[in-house]
């Protein structure tokens, strides 16, 4: 192999490398720098990898080792101490960290920025080479502007963020807990870890290492629908460093996996038809993760190629080929379905009556830490390292694939970079593990991008048709509502995705007559299943489309249509559930009545309004429990251990906070871990209910140790566990025979404004939400404004076109998300209304934040040009215009 000499860190360094490579693989395989992350490689586009080579920023995965003979490359594990701490305190301090995998390079960025004086639009502009999925960029800005002043300063980073100003005057950082101090509920206690995730210290899966380990590579299916003739290993098992290539018949128990549905082969076999592009047909296992991925290359496999099913209505047809041949009701996975009242009778009385057909587009994740997951064989058992959203979910699942117990499968969360529903299915674990349990020899499998945007499942293209009707006044009086989403080749949850559709049909308003239907239905696209909104995001693109007709009919604007047909406690959400006197949607609309009304008057300003609903915890009859354990450690240590993931929210983060606020004990002495272990039983990270659930459980837990340390002192309760548990089990399916539905445990509330200027671009959205009681004011405002982010992606510019079954492209370029530049400002107001359900009456924001903003942004554009868009994306806005991709203008 050849080799090269460059000055690494200050450091005269010569490695070899083989052809083929790119630096930022000799970086982390050869030299073992892991501040540099795979988001991309070698599409260049995230900015993960960012290094500097001869004082300039560069992407590591772009370069060729050869083009580095002589250079001089500085990682972040060779900027200056100084500079480092400032740069991650400003990170930390400002909001700045979420999930933390794109943090390391945009940090190697920043260092270049601090010299100088650099405004908020330089710095955006500084960033367009990077993405972040969870902030929303402006904390990001925040933090880069304050670590230029205190480095060009030569003081400390302030300790309070640029923008602490959440709740209005009133409020900011001096709201403290009942112990006065930020550290408990309701102050903004700093990220969990975030210095070291800041600075690329904090290890995610695919910079794990461990003794005598072998790396893997999947082989894909190239056709959605094929039959698999033959797979033949013999050219991969020639190439360099080779150990094993497994298929189908190396699987020791079950072939098939899924979270709802078991319809999900690990492997597909020889005669067996292929679903999708992302089917793994066989895992390379190789001495290197290159040399696995080039013979996966390697590996022949013959088709016998069949058309595809790619539409969903036309898959519903009597003479439609079968996705899954066994099925006896065809393509159609699930019908939900519900009324109450009389809709037909409704309509015919209505003085208004609008029918409209709206459609949403399939939408890629793109969390920034492609899946990956390492396995280590024990005696009597094996371990599992993974992102997970659902350790217990993954532990359940692997078990009957080894065939061995439930308990002999150990899987532990190593930190998850980004998720967003995403990383709910099993993407490779299963995989991971046969190869490790066959070979006796731990095994890591790290997916390139493309391999995920092929295997994990998207969001649900979902198209909607309503007939609506209202009395003179613009109240609702009727909604009928017919839904097909396309649900691709495997369930996932998409027949609880269409159920949440249906369940959000008509949106946080009060209709007496309501009659609902709902398909979910098999194709041979890239699966779908969950993603931030869950439904009810595509719900509410149509009823608030639906709402701005009427208040055009009318002849009122749209704050004054919503305040006239808003729930109140008591009024009925579409599924017929009471709300409570927790129910915060006029709260949120009245906090953005000034800015709507203001906007509206102005002669450059074009305004539009919306209002979100969206359940906290699964429900519809399916169990919501949340477990935590505090376990006393020696050397005067808690560990707090739950089966929920930490996945950017702040879930770790606000733990320690709860078990301040009972004990008064600091947040610096706990140490927070997610594993499968049956005593913290908890179900997916889903449906915003883990920072809910947790505080609930996390507080008895805390409360029980408060008590003993009354009496005792820490060091002398060493080895004493408290458990705290919350369960929530009374909820009802939609549509099942109850006088008193109770299909959620609670719900959270939004209402926004988006504002487009004279030039037609987006110049600024306004979103005041409804949490109940925001635990960390900072992570909360930061999970919205990046909620937002992507709502706004979704509204003007986010698509994954397929074509026969193909993604048009398997670029993060051609995705159409938004960078820092083209991101508007951001105003969040955290609104509290108390819940009855979460702890200290917390509600879910991971996912409202995105429910009501594409028919908030629709309507601003109607105001705009008078056009009324019903499909997303809105591309042809001008709004849509700077990350509108090219291949898709």
């Known amino acids: 192999m050849p080799d090269i000499t460059f000055q690494l860190n200050g450091q005269q360094t010569t490695v070899s490398y083989e052809t083929g490579m790119h630096f930022l693989e000799l970086l982390r395989e050869q030299c073992g720098i892991t501040s540099a992350k795979d988001g991309c490689a070698p599409q260049g586009y995230c900015g993960c990898c960012k290094i500097m080579v001869d004082g300039r920023p560069t992407l590591s995965c772009l370069r060729r080792p050869e083009q580095m003979e002589g250079r001089e490359v500085v990682t972040l594990e060779g900027v200056p101490e100084d500079k480092i701490k400032v740069l991650s305190d400003a990170f930390v301090q400002d909001g700045g960290v979420q999930c933390g995998f794109c943090t390391p390079g945009i940090v190697m960025r920043a260092a270049s920025l601090l010299d100088g004086e650099p405004s908020r639009e330089k710095i955006a502009k500084g960033l367009a080479g990077h993405l972040c999925r969870c902030t929303g960029y402006a904390r990001i800005v925040d933090a880069v502007q304050s670590a230029a002043e205190a480095w060009q300063s030569g003081q400390s980073v302030a300790h309070r963020p640029r923008r602490p100003d959440f709740f209005g005057e009133e409020h900011g950082l001096t709201r403290t807990s009942q112990n006065g101090n930020r550290h408990g509920v309701g102050g903004s206690s700093p990220r969990y870890r975030g210095h070291e995730h800041a600075v690329g210290q904090k290890p995610y899966v695919a910079d794990m290492q461990l003794d005598e380990m072998l790396h893997a590579a999947v082989v894909l299916s190239e056709h959605p629908r094929a039959k698999v003739l033959t797979i ?62 080039q013979a996966a290359a390697a590996v022949a496999v013959q088709y016998e190629v069949l058309e595809p099913v790619s539409d ?38 209505a003085a208004h009556v609008i029918e409209e057909t709206f459609s949403t587009q399939r939408i890629e994740h793109a969390f920034l830490e492609p899946e990956a997951c390492l396995a280590k064989p024990d005696d009597d058992g094996i371990t599992l390292y993974s992102q997970t959203q659902g350790v217990h979910d993954d532990q359940q699942q692997i078990a009957p694939v080894l065939g061995i117990a439930a308990e002999k499968v150990r899987v532990e969360l190593v930190t998850n970079g980004g998720a967003f529903g995403g990383k ?76 949440r559709a249906a369940g959000h049909s008509c949106g946080p308003y009060r209709v007496p007559n309501v009659d609902v239907e709902a ?15 869950f439904g009810a995001n595509q719900a509410s693109f149509a009823i ?39 129910c915060g949607i006029r709260q949120s609309l009245e906090a953005v009545r000034d800015v709507y009304k203001q906007a509206r008057a102005a002669s450059n300003q074009h305004v539009g309004i919306g209002c979100g609903i969206k359940n906290t915890g699964i429900g519809n009859g399916m169990d919501d429990s949340g477990r935590l354990l505090i376990r006393v450690l020696n050397g005067g240590q808690l560990e707090i251990l739950t089966g929920y993931t930490e996945m950017g929210q702040g879930l770790f983060t606000i733990l320690p906070q709860v078990v301040f606020e009972e004990t008064g004990l600091e947040p610096d002495i706990m140490t927070c871990r997610t594993a499968a272990d049956p005593r913290v039983l908890c179900g997916m990270t889903t449906a915003s209910r883990a920072t809910a659930l947790l505080t609930a459980a996390g507080q008895r837990a805390a409360v029980q140790l408060a008590a003993d340390l009354e009496n005792s ?177």
């Open 544 to 582: 608030e489309g639906i709402l701005d007709m009427l208040a055009d009919r009318i002849g009122i604007d749209g704050y004054d249509i919503r305040e006239r047909n808003i729930l109140a406690p008591g009024d009925a959400f579409a599924t017929g559930q009471r709300m409570t006197n927790s």
């Open 232 to 293: 033949d290993p013999t050219p991969a098992l020639a190439m360099s460093g080779v150990e094993r290539v497994l298929t189908a018949e190396d699987v020791p128990g079950e072939r098939m996996v899924g979270l709802i549905v078991r319809d999900w082969p690990i492997f597909v076999a020889p005669g067996e038809i292929t679903h999708c592009v992302g089917d793994v047909l066989a895992l390379v296992v190789a001495d290197t993760q290159f040399h696995a991925r």
């Open 312 to 349: 969903p209505v036309a898959a519903l047809a009597p003479d439609a080929p079968s996705v899954h041949a066994n099925r006896n009701q065809g393509n159609l996975l699930d019908t939900c379905s519900f009324a109450r009242g009389d809709v037909d009778a409704a309509l015919s009385k």
């Open 519 to 533: 398909k979910t239905v098999y194709t041979n696209n890239p699966p779908c299943g969950a993603m931030r909104g």
């Open 713 to 889: 002192s820490l060091q002398a309760l060493v080895g004493r566990e408290y458990l705290g548990e919350y369960i929530c089990d009374f909820t009802t399916k939609p549509g099942a025979d109850t006088d008193e539905p109770k299909t959620h445990m609670t719900f959270s509330y939004a209402t926004q404004v988006a504002i487009v200027g004279d030039n037609g671009k987006l110049t600024r959205v306004v979103a005041a939400h409804d949490v109940g009681r925001a635990i960390n004011p900072l992570s909360c405002a930061g999970q919205i404004e990046g909620s937002l982010h992507m709502g706004i992606g979704y509204a003007l510019s986010e698509d994954l076109p397929c074509t026969g079954g193909h993604p048009d492209s398997l670029l993060l370029r051609d995705l159409g998300i938004l960078k820092a530049k083209d991101t508007p400002e951001l105003d969040v107001i955290l609104v509290e209304v108390p819940d009855e359900v979460g702890g200290y009456g917390s509600k879910g924001v991971g996912e409202i934040g995105l429910v009501p903003t594409a028919g908030a942004v629709a309507g601003a554009l109607y105001a705009y040009d008078g056009i009324r868009r019903t499909r997303l994306p809105m591309t042809d806005a001008p709004a849509a215009a700077a990350s509108v991709p090219k291949s898709r203008r």
């Open 424 to 499: 709910e299915d099993l993407s490779v674990q299963a995989q991971t593990a046969v190869a490790a349990h066959v070979l006796g020899r731990p095994v890591r499998t790290v997916l390139s991008r493309d391999e995920s945007i092929r295997m994990h499942p998207k969001r649900h293209p979902i198209t909607m048709t309503y007939t609506v009707g209202a009395d003179a006044e613009g109240r609702l009086t009727a909604i009928r509502a017919r839904m097909i989403g396309d649900t691709g080749a495997y369930a996932s949850v998409g027949m609880k995705v269409l159920e």
